[in-house]
């Protein structure tokens, strides 16, 4: 939920831990599993 509310809702808050795995060059793939 938490990757689905950055993306379209409110989710500025969950943004930038998106960001930071993003960059950190993990893919999001566990992240969605957990």
Not at 11 to 20: A, D, N
């Amino acid at each position: 939920l938490a990757y689905r509310a950055s993306i379209g809702r409110d989710g500025h808050q969950e943004v930038p831990h998106l960001h930071v795995h993003v960059f950190g060059g993990r893919p999001l793939g566990p992240m969605l599993a957990r």
